[in-house]
């Protein structure tokens, strides 16, 4: 009775580090080697490039470096381990996303992903040519099939290797994270293992690319499509899973089916990866943000902590004459709280220079909304001097809700190299506050309690000018992640004037949203790779 003894090797890799990416991969072959005899390594897709590399994929150079990791990866498998690795590779001037089966020094089996997925954050068509045949392979016994990532979101790829003569199916995978993402993928996977009558092995890549966030959570189904084991998500590591076959029977057995994270602490989970490898990625020492009193602030600062450690996020209160003493009392404590490095320096002053040079311009014009933008221009100045001198990235605090309405400044509150709330509704912020301070004292509970506002004005409150956040993320929920016309919301049960502003507000701030800074996705749509709308348009609202 053969058995495979499999390593799901849940790696983060690096876009673009093929030799770091190649080093991973090297020393978790050495680490199986020295766990087992003759075991199976399947690394995630496209470990060798990281994923999605986009148009690295046409640089000249992406052969040669291909082409060398490779021939490393080979020279590092003279023992009798097998590994699946994903690549890209180029064949007769053609590009494929590729599953590469490696033993003993040599490249024994090749497939090429035929499912190219061409929507939400994915765009493999302008890149992949699809493939065609299914590929099953020999090992130790076993006839093993592969598959890549969206093949087994569509019937036919397994249907194909199954037909071929598979007894397992290894599905290699760079799936990105979205709230309720576990439980689609089970769903799915054990569909396909039903259809198939086959167990298969779905592994996936761990770690936060740009506004990406890859959530691991490797997993396997036997033939009845039940989940018999499971890797944690968001984390990685290597994890076991031995498979026994007998007259044609498949038996799994492995690491114990992790519990499922509730969606608030999957979704806290992903906020922290993402701001963790995007920081550490790109190079930088630490973070700056702006510490207003203000919630949307307050779970920005806690999220950093939780992703970087405190002695490398600085926070800068930078109060006003419309800033209110509480507002200071509790981003103090907040600071005392987490320990972070804190700063306190006025506005006023800059603010009075600005408006002194622009006497003459305002000359007898009314205040309105300029001077509110200005103030926040003037923190912005403050933050990106500090980022300049220090070398700390500015994290942006504005959430989904408002970057959706255009309730921000730009080179204001906008100001910086990356937004953690970008994708998060203003009332998941505040269910996330509540979920974080669940640990210990983490963010005052009046942050939590006092009705949103700027503080840009007297006595503001963000309800001022827009609707009750409730109802904006309902509206905002069915017109930016699900495409429902506004006729549609109305239908739906929601107030005809305020369907109107909304999206009305909606489209107008296409232009800001493209000039935001990046920030971790967590839905299935948003802005940035998800929605790609024109600034100049003529589309009607009730189109």
């Not at 990105?176 to 993402?181: A, D, E, L, S």
């Not at 909304?502 to 232009?511: I, K, P, S, T």
Request: proline share 6%; aromatic share 8%; charged share 25%.
């Amino acid at each position: 009775m053969p058995t495979l003894n499999i390593l799901m090797a849940q790696l983060n890799t690096h876009v673009g580090d093929f030799e770091g990416n190649t080093d991973k991969v090297i020393d978790a072959i050495q680490r199986a080697q020295a766990h087992c005899a003759d075991p199976v390594i399947v690394f995630p897709e496209l470990t060798l490039s990281g994923y999605p590399p986009e148009d690295l994929l046409l640089r000249p150079s992406i052969e040669l470096r291909i082409e060398q990791s490779l021939a490393r990866l080979c020279a590092a498998m003279r023992g009798a381990a097998y590994a699946v690795v994903g690549y890209p590779r180029r064949e007769e001037g053609r590009l494929y996303n590729v599953a590469g089966v490696l033993h003993r020094g040599e490249i024994i089996a090749e497939y090429r992903k035929q499912s190219l997925p061409n929507y939400q954050v994915f765009d493999e068509k302008r890149y992949f040519e699809p493939g065609h045949a299914p590929c099953v392979v020999d090992i130790l016994g076993v006839r093993v099939g592969l598959s890549i990532c969206e093949d087994i979101w569509e019937e036919a790829p397994t249907r194909q290797v199954a037909a071929a003569g598979a007894d397992l199916l290894l599905n290699i995978n760079s799936s990105p994270y979205h709230r309720g993402k576990r439980h689609e993928r089970w769903e799915l996977v054990g569909r396909r293992a039903r259809e198939a009558g086959m167990p298969i092995v779905y592994v996936n890549q761990v770690g936060g690319q740009d506004e990406l966030v890859f959530d691991g959570g490797s997993f396997a189904v036997d033939a009845d499509g039940e989940v018999v084991a499971a890797a944690p998500n968001f984390e990685e590591g290597d994890y076991w899973l031995a498979a026994a076959f007998d007259a044609g029977a498949a038996t799994l057995s492995g690491p114990s089916v992790a519990e499922p994270l509730g969606e608030l602490e999957a979704t806290w989970r992903a906020l922290v990866l993402g701001v963790r490898d995007y920081v550490d990625k790109n190079g930088f020492p630490g973070v700056v943000l702006g510490l207003s009193g203000g919630v949307d602030s307050a779970l920005t600062l806690a999220v950093a902590v939780d992703a970087l450690g405190p002695g490398r996020v600085e926070a800068v209160m930078m109060p006003f004459r419309y800033t209110s003493r509480m507002s200071v009392e509790d981003a103090a404590e907040q600071a005392r709280n987490l320990g972070v490095n804190y700063k306190v320096i006025s506005i006023e002053p800059l603010y009075d220079a600005f408006m002194a040079s622009l006497a003459d311009e305002f000359a007898g014009l009314a205040p309105d909304t300029t001077e509110e933008n200005l103030q926040a221009r003037c923190r912005g100045v403050l933050l990106m001097s500090i980022s300049n001198k220090k070398g700390f990235l500015v994290l942006t605090t504005g959430n989904k809700s408002e970057m959706a309405v255009g309730y921000s400044t730009l080179y204001g509150d906008m100001a910086g190299g990356f937004d953690v709330l970008k994708d998060v509704p203003k009332t998941l912020v505040f269910e996330l506050c509540r979920h974080r301070n669940s640990r210990g004292p983490c963010i005052p509970q009046r942050v939590i309690d006092r009705p949103p506002s700027a503080e840009l004005a007297p006595d503001q409150k963000d309800e001022d000018s827009l609707p009750p956040y409730d109802v904006l993320d309902r509206i905002l929920e069915m017109y930016v992640e699900r495409d429902m016309s506004a006729e549609a919301i109305i239908a739906a049960g929601m107030d005809r004037d305020q369907v109107f502003r909304v999206v009305r507000l909606v489209d107008l701030n296409e232009y800001k949203r493209r000039q935001a800074p990046i920030g971790v996705r967590i839905t299935k749509r948003g802005f940035g790779r998800d929605r790609r709308y024109p600034i100049t348009s003529g589309w009607k609202i009730g189109d």
